[in-house]
T-cell receptor, first 110, second 113 residues
Framework: EDQVTQSPEALRLQEGESSSLNCSYT??????LFWYRQDPGKGPEFLFT???AGEEKEKERLKATLTKKESFLHITAPKPEDSATYLC???????????FGGGTRVLVKP | NAGVTQTPKFQVLKTGQSMTLQCAQD?????MYWYRQDPGMGLRLIYY???????DKGEVPNGYNVSRLNKREFSLRLESAAPSQTSVYFC????????????FGQGTRLTVV
């Protein structure tokens, strides 16, 4: 069974204070690792897909990386508008479904 | 394009009542999903439909039924609501052309009293 664990559960940052979120996973035959952003009262919004170890993707102040056991979401010089819950999910070779971690709530204070 | 549309956005039920949550997508996606989200537990898969005419159980299917009405619509039914089903429910859809991401609706906040 696919499993995803995210840490920390919550992160409080000062504006400009860079940090990283961790997503550890076990999956049989990784077909893709997905990062989503979720704002309060909204549905998850897609950020990145990573497919193989060593792959990296960037979008504005966010950079996602992937190894064989975990993924990191690096937030560089965050701004208050980066405050959100960040969700990690995996899709394995066994089927069509996404398995999510519990998420990391990020609060960036000005 | 509207993407994934869920109705209603909010609902309060009494224990034992039934209701159906509706989901429709206009992206011509093959696969559709129902998740529930509870504090600290992330998104848990209730049921999914890989293609029109098929449905499969996810991680937490007990107390729910689904219907894939056509390619666009995937409904979730609670036959006899229980307080443990108080949650936020999200519908999602995905194309099976390539390894694509899932797109989510805005959610239905359900309270069972």
């Amino acid at each position: 069974e696919d499993q995803v664990t995210q840490s920390p559960e919550a992160l409080r940052l000062q504006e400009g204070e860079s940090s990283s979120l961790n997503c550890s996973y076990t999956v049989s035959g990784l077909r893709g690792l997905f990062w989503y952003r979720q704002d309060p009262g909204k549905g998850p919004e897609f950020l990145f897909t990573l497919y193989s170890a060593g792959e990296e993707k960037e979008k504005e102040r966010l950079k996602a990386t992937l190894t064989k056991k975990e993924s990191f979401l690096h937030i560089t010089a965050p701004k208050p508008e980066d405050s959100a819950t960040y969700l990690c999910a995996v899709r394995g070779a066994a089927g069509n479904k996404l398995t999510f971690g519990g998420g990391t709530r990020v609060l960036v204070k000005p | 394009n509207a993407g994934v549309t869920q109705t209603p956005k909010f609902q309060v039920l009494k224990t034992g009542q039934s209701m159906t949550l509706q989901c429709a997508q206009d992206m011509n996606h093959n696969s559709m999903y129902w998740y529930r989200q509870d504090p600290g537990m992330g998104l848990r898969l209730i049921y999914y439909s890989a293609s029109e005419g098929t449905t499969d159980k996810g991680e937490v299917p007990n107390g729910y039924n689904v219907s894939r009405l056509n390619k666009r619509e995937f409904s979730l039914r609670l036959e006899s609501a229980a307080p443990s089903q108080t949650s936020v429910y999200f519908c999602a859809s995905r194309s099976v052309q390539g390894n694509t991401e899932a797109f989510f609706g805005q959610g239905t906040r359900l309270t069972v009293v």
